[in-house]
């Protein structure tokens, strides 16, 4: 499966961005997809995650009740709404599928990832 994502950019302290990651291939209901960081010089770091059907979803403690991630099959793509944005949350931020993985946080659990998009925020 491919993926790429889409939706980065620069917005201000306490503002709202919404990324994508589109999947290539007819299988993607079966994957499940997380979302992962990296900021400069940090390793990466797990962001949310939900498993193939939707109904269950994990947060890194850094992003709850800040950050959404949700899917729709039928258009292949999951999403990350994220609001309430703090510069520490500048980033690019990944999306990854796995099978199996029952909504892991671990990285090395998910075998596909996309190439990544930039999330910008200034304080």
């Known amino acids: 499966v491919q993926l790429v994502e889409s939706g980065g950019g620069l917005v201000q302290a306490g503002g709202s961005l919404r990324l994508s990651c589109a999947a290539s291939g007819r299988t993607f209901s079966t994957y499940d997809m997380g979302w992962f960081r990296q900021a400069p010089g940090k390793e990466r770091e797990f962001v949310g995650s939900?498993?193939?059907?939707?109904?269950?979803?994990h947060y890194a403690d850094s992003v709850k009740g800040r950050f959404t991630i949700s899917r729709d099959n039928a258009k292949s793509t999951v999403y990350l709404q994220m609001n309430s944005l703090k510069p520490e949350d500048t980033a690019v931020y990944y999306c990854?599928?796995?099978?199996?993985?029952?909504?892991?946080?671990?990285?090395?659990?998910?075998?596909?990832w996309g190439q990544g998009t930039q999330v910008t925020v200034s304080s």
């Open positions: 939900i498993t193939w059907t939707g109904s269950m979803t």
């Open positions: 990854a599928a796995a099978r199996g993985a029952r909504a892991s946080t671990s990285g090395n659990d998910y075998a596909y």
